[in-house]
Each structure stands twice: as structure tokens, then as C-alpha cells.
């Protein structure tokens, strides 16, 4: 489950620069005592949502049998996939203007003496992060079983505590190294596990065609090549592979056709994003 640990890190990180950005400005802010009670307030509301949130689908793939778990998994690992190119994509676009808009919306409330309003800002912030991580890690959450929660809590919290790190550390060396690199090696990383995750419904959704005897053309079903000699996608660094950068041992042609086409579906959509920018 190393994809848990990732993930987690990754959007964690992004919810406690977003706290620490708001952070440093209430502590300039001459009402600090009352808004530093609201920023806290914020946060727990926001990651109350996101509980919520993991605890109603996990609820509502439990209420289902059968064939409608499967479709219900494959729906949200699609979703997810959607999810994370969107999210990926407007990071890269309105990163810089982030921290920006956000002290902005505060800042309006704080005059018109609303720190009510700064709060919901505050939770929506924390809350989009800890959805995106409930979203994105939906299959899993939904497949735990008492053996494999503490395993997972486990990596969760430790996802927790290397985003707290790297907060700090990028923090002591935002001189040496480039925040501008570090969110976009990772954000290749999300979209390679946007990528696995198509697969994954991918594979489902043809398992599911098998199952009820419905064929796919002969090429979809066909196995193109197997390195499974070489690089076993079960095991060892073929399953990391397979977890982060949707690596096959014996990939169909269905798997390999869709790979592609999400691949160019995903340059297109940033090319255009990269030329829109530079007309502006």
C-alpha cells in the first residue's frame, strides 16, 4: 500500500502549507487570539468532513452485493482518476495564486468582523485536500478488513508525519530548493497513478464482460508481451511499479490501448492549458 503513504503526503502537505500560510497571517493580524481559535475550528471542521466522507462510502459500497460493489468500485476509481489530472492540472495553472486568493478571502471576512466566514474558508480548504485523499484512495478504503485497517492507519500516520517534515524542511530551504520542482515531479507521479487506477477499472470492467460472457474483440483480450521473467508486476519492484507507474508483466491489448489514449488525452489537455497561458 506504499500508493496510501504517497498520497497521503502529497495532499497532506498541500492542507498544512495552506495552514501555515494562514497561520503566519493571523499571527500579524491584530484580533490573533480570536483567529488563531477560528483557524483551528477550520481545521477540525475540515478534516471532520472528510471522515465523513471516507465513513459514507465505505457505507454505501458495504449496503451493496455483488455485481454493484464492483460497479460502484469502478466508478470511484474512475472518479478518482478524473479527480487527480483535474487537481494536477490547476495546481499547475493557479499554484502561484493560491496562498493569494486565499488570504484575500480571509482578509474580506476579518473586515466585515466575520471570522465565522474566515472559518468555513479555512474548513473548504482543509476539506478539499482530505477529500481528494478519501477520493483517490476510495478502492482501498472500500476493500479494508479488520487485518488491513491498522496497516493502513499506520501508513496514514506516517504520510501525516513525512508531510510535517517536508513542510518544515521546505521551509529552511525554500532558497536551495524549488517549490515549483517539487510539485511538479509529484504531480507526474499523481498522474501516473491516475493512470493505474484507469487500468484497475479497466481490468474490472473487462472481468466483469468475461463474467457475463460478453466478448471483447480478440485484440483487447490478447497478452501483447510478458516480462514477467524479468520484472514480476506481483512482487519486489514490479509491484511498485505497478502500484505508482501502472507497470504490467502481461499487459492486454485493451491495457496498453487505454494507457495510450489516457496519455494523450492528458498531454492534450495540459498543451492547451501551457498555450492558453502564454496568449495571456
Known amino acids: 500500500m506504499g500508493n496510501v503513504l504517497f498520497v497521503v503526503w502529497r495532499e497532506s502537505f498541500e492542507a498544512l502549507l495552506v495552514i501555515g500560510i494562514i497561520y503566519s497571517w493571523i499571527k500579524r493580524h491584530p484580533d490573533t487570539k480570536n483567529g488563531m481559535n477560528f483557524l483551528w475550528g477550520g481545521v477540525a471542521l475540515g478534516v471532520a468532513i472528510s471522515i465523513i466522507l471516507a465513513l459514507a462510502i465505505y457505507g454505501v ?42 488570504i484575500q478571502g480571509i482578509d474580506r471576512n476579518t473586515k466585515k468582523h466575520s471570522w465565522w466566514g474566515a472559518l468555513f474558508i479555512i474548513a473548504i480548504a482543509i476539506a478539499r485536500e482530505g477529500s481528494e485523499i478519501v477520493v483517490f484512495l476510495s478502492a482501498i478504503i472500500m476493500n479494508l478488513t479488520p487485518e488491513t485497517t491498522g496497516a493502513f492507519a499506520i501508513e496514514v500516520l506516517i504520510g501525516l508525519a513525512i508531510a510535517g517534515v517536508t513542510l518544515i524542511a521546505f521551509i529552511y530551504t525554500s532558497k536551495i530548493i524549488s517549490w ?43 497478452s501483447l508481451w510478458d516480462t514477467s521473467s524479468l520484472l514480476d508486476d506481483g512482487q519486489g519492484i514490479g509491484n511498485f511499479l505497478s502500484s505508482f507507474f501502472a507497470y504490467r508483466s502481461q499487459p492486454t491489448g485493451l491495457s496498453v490501448t487505454v494507457f495510450i489514449v489516457y496519455w494523450i488525452i492528458v498531454g492534450l489537455i495540459f498543451w492547451r492549458g501551457s498555450r492558453g497561458q502564454k496568449n495571456h
Open 61 to 102: 459500497f458495504s449496503t451493496l452485493e455483488d455485481i454493484w460493489q464492483t460497479s460502484f468500485m469502478i466508478f470511484m476509481e474512475i472518479l478518482a482518476c478524473i479527480l487527480i489530472v483535474q487537481m494536477v492540472y490547476w495546481m499547475n495553472k493557479h499554484g502561484k495564486e493560491m496562498s493569494q486568493a486565499l
Open 180 to 222: 515549483k520542482w517539487f510539485f511538479t515531479i509529484t504531480g507526474i507521479m499523481l498522474l501516473f497513478l491516475a493512470a493505474t487506477l484507469l487500468l484497475r477499472a479497466t481490468d474490472e470492467i473487462a472481468n466483469l464482460f468475461l463474467e457475463y460472457d460478453i466478448d471483447l474483440p480478440e485484440f483487447f483480450e490478447m
